[in-house]
T-cell receptor, first 116, second 114 residues
Framework: NAGVMQNPRHLVRRRGQEARLRCSPM?????VYWYRQLPEEGLKFMVYLQKENIIDESGMPKERFSAEFPKEGPSILRIQQVVRGDSAAYFCASSPSGAAGANVLTFGAGSRLTVL | AQSVTQLGSHVSVSEGALVLLRCNYS??????LFWYVQYPNQGLQLLLK??????LVKGINGFEAEFKKSETSFHLTKPSAHMSDAAEYFCAVIPNSGYSTLTFGKGTMLLVSP
């Protein structure tokens, strides 16, 4: 029973390029969350999605960042025209039902983006 | 609004010594509380959670935490540290009703020396 799968684990991009990070939730989980971890900081919520729907994107930067979770396939976090400040670890988590109460989030191993 | 404060970005202990990692929360409604552990270059793994049942919660790897409402605290302890406990530990909070998202503290790095 595979857990939350993220790829790539490491991604290097030059300024101005695009970064695409993928997340496949645990089997049976239909809710996906993306978090960003910057050095010396905790994890910051970015976006919460269900299949084909963005439920909460209050933590997403207003520009250059987008996320989707199509009916088929993994969730994708897309960063356009990357800048050095986007360098971080991006974690995906999933849960079997909504983001409330004691529903435990299961995290992937993360995708570490380095912008040169 | 909800938040957690983890006192001490780094905690150093000797192998066999008591581990105490501090977490204080602020929440406008009764919360659920979690401790996660992150080993180097890995994702977060759930250690334990408080969901308003017993105030003393036992988790994996010998860790436990006690919910103290009067102190708004949820400190993590382990009687005897092992070298393998060296990792970063995150406290997190979510309200026990209504929609919200999990809010994390900044983390505490636990260093264990022989």
């Amino acid at each position: 029973n595979a857990g939350v799968m993220q790829n790539p684990r490491h991604l290097v991009r030059r300024r101005g390029q695009e970064a695409r990070l993928r997340c496949s939730p645990m089997k049976g989980h239909s809710h996906v969350y993306w978090y960003r971890q910057l050095p010396e900081e905790g994890l910051k919520f970015m976006v919460y999605l269900q299949k084909e729907n963005i439920i909460d994107e209050s933590g997403m930067p207003k520009e250059r960042f987008s996320a989707e979770f199509p009916k088929e396939g993994p969730s994708i976090l897309r960063i356009q025209q990357v800048v050095r400040g986007d360098s971080a670890a991006y974690f995906c988590a999933s849960s079997p039902s909504g983001a409330a109460g004691a529903n435990v989030l299961t995290f992937g191993a993360g995708s570490r983006l380095t912008v040169l | 609004a909800q938040s957690v404060t983890q006192l001490g970005s780094h905690v150093s202990v000797s192998e066999g010594a008591l581990v105490l990692l501090r977490c204080n929360y602020s929440s406008s409604v009764p919360p659920y509380l979690f401790w996660y552990v992150q080993y180097p270059n890995q994702g977060l793994q759930l250690l334990l959670k408080y969901t308003s049942a017993a105030t003393l919660v036992k988790g994996i790897n010998g860790f436990e935490a006690e919910f103290k409402k009067s102190e708004t605290s949820f400190h993590l302890t382990k009687p005897s540290a092992h070298m393998s406990d060296a990792a970063e530990y995150f406290c997190a909070v979510i309200p026990n009703s209504g929609y919200s998202t999990l809010t994390f503290g900044k983390g505490t790095m636990l260093l264990v020396s022989p």
